[in-house]
């Protein structure tokens, strides 16, 4: 039996984000049926007797906003490093007092997977109620086979439980945690208690994520991408290009963190490896660009954790306009560097801080960050066929999202065709 259809009628705008810009459809409407979209149309529609009539109130019509890159499962805040950073503490003096990624790294490996689904279930809720209907989500906090199997096992459960898309990603390879893969002891000199130096621990553990992890994860279904912190100070372009490379050999899609605190040579391995997004790239080589360009690798820019952490650094946006590469915004919401949940304040940061035009910052939440994931063909723009996943907002004009700083948009959120927020 078909689901019962819905009729939204009345919408001042209808951004359609079909095209190279936003695809306004003026005084236009959308009939929903079987949970995807029917009609698109410059009119209002005729209700069949079974359909909802929805009035959007000469409203922004959009298709549901798409989060391509957070850290939202996690165990503990990290608020006090929050206050250390403020008085002056750099990110080194954090980490060498305890802080940073390993932090949570500690309380994460603490937790049951039970109340990593549970938190991460809130946090998804929060999302949702800002417009989100589809969040990728990377595991990372863990740097144990376990820990990492028990992230996105979370994950796996919030997917099947929570009213949004969950696209999950294996990030095994977000830092060398400290002290060792298993003791390291088959790196360490017989008879001797020295501590295996930063290079034996990093190819120890670099080992233990191809030969152990990231069969484990493919194994178990729980991943479609496989991420990478690349830097030169942690996995550098050599160490990503084997990881990527593990990865796909198990049908994992490569994605990258890359060229954020330095040029790394990381937009360079996305294109080389296939990758289908490179993010953060604050610092990245023209040569990167280009190539990134070419191989149609998407850049995931986060203004939020720019703005978060108060960094000096010059937006890239402007060669990636010039280069054509596909631009796409994404929260990062995480415990230490973004704990910014709603992708209309990203819409505001990528302007304010990135100056990206207010169109390629929508098409930055919508078709882009679907291109981010794959899921163009299903997502993303308001066409007939693709899921009906759609915010009806409060906003008269689509310059309003970006334009009102800290106010939710969101007034109906409609995933797959079903209400999720009101």
Same mark, same amino acid.
Request: hydrophobic share 40%; with cysteine.
């Given at each position: ?9 009345? @919408? ?52 549901? %906003? ?15 490093? %929050? ?11 954090? @980490? ?76 095994? @390879? ?54 990478? %912190? ?6 550098? @372009? ?68 720019? %703005? ?115």
């Amino acid at each position: 039996m078909k689901d019962d259809g819905m009729v939204l009628n009345n @919408a001042g705008q209808v951004l359609c984000m079909t095209g190279n810009e936003l695809g306004i459809i003026e005084n236009g409407a959308v009939r929903v049926r079987d949970g995807r979209i029917a009609e698109v149309a410059d009119h209002n529609l005729k209700p069949e007797p079974d359909e909802k009539e929805i009035d959007c109130q000469g409203c922004v019509v959009m298709p549901g %906003f798409i989060d391509p890159h957070t850290h939202l499962v996690f165990m503990g805040w990290r608020a006090h490093e %929050f206050e250390m950073r403020l008085s002056g503490k750099t990110y080194k003096e954090i @980490a060498e007092a305890g802080g940073g990624i390993l932090s949570s790294v500690r309380t994460t490996r603490q937790a049951s997977e039970d109340e990593l689904f549970q938190s991460g279930m809130e946090r998804i809720k929060e999302m949702i109620s800002w417009g989100t209907t589809t969040v990728e989500i990377k595991s990372g906090y863990g740097l144990d086979t376990e820990t990492e199997l028990k992230m996105l096992r979370a994950i796996k459960r919030i997917s099947k439980n929570a009213p949004v898309t969950v696209v999950p990603t294996f990030l095994g @390879a977000h830092s060398v945690p400290k002290g060792s893969a298993r003791d390291m002891t088959e790196f360490r000199p017989r008879n001797s208690d020295r501590v295996p130096s930063p290079q034996v621990r990093k190819e120890a553990y670099l080992r233990l994520l191809i030969d152990e992890m990231i069969p484990r994860v493919a194994e178990e279904k729980l991943a479609r991408f496989c991420d990478v %912190f690349c830097e030169n100070f942690i996995f550098n @372009a050599d160490d990503s290009r084997r990881i990527l490379e593990a990865g796909k050999k198990y049908g994992l899609v490569p994605k990258i963190h890359a060229d954020e605190i330095e040029s790394s040579g990381g937009a360079e391995i996305a294109a080389e490896v296939g990758a289908v997004s490179a993010a953060h790239l604050l610092r990245p080589s023209d040569q990167g660009l280009k190539a990134m360009a070419q191989a149609g690798v998407v850049a995931e820019l986060l203004p939020g954790t720019c %703005f978060f952490l108060k960094e000096d650094a010059k937006s890239p946006v402007k060669k990636m306009r010039d280069y054509g590469v596909t631009m796409a915004l994404a929260t990062d919401f995480n415990p230490g560097s973004s704990t910014l949940v709603c992708q209309p304040m990203t819409v505001v940061l990528g302007c304010l801080v990135y100056g990206m035009t207010i169109i390629e910052a929508l098409r930055g939440i919508t078709v882009n960050a679907a291109k981010a994931l794959r899921l163009e063909n299903e997502i993303g723009t308001l066409e007939p066929g693709k899921w009906a996943d759609i915010v009806g907002t409060d906003l008269p004009d689509y310059r309003h999202l970006a334009y009102r700083v800290c106010h939710n948009p969101a007034r109906l959120v409609i995933r797959h065709g079903k209400a999720v927020f009101r």
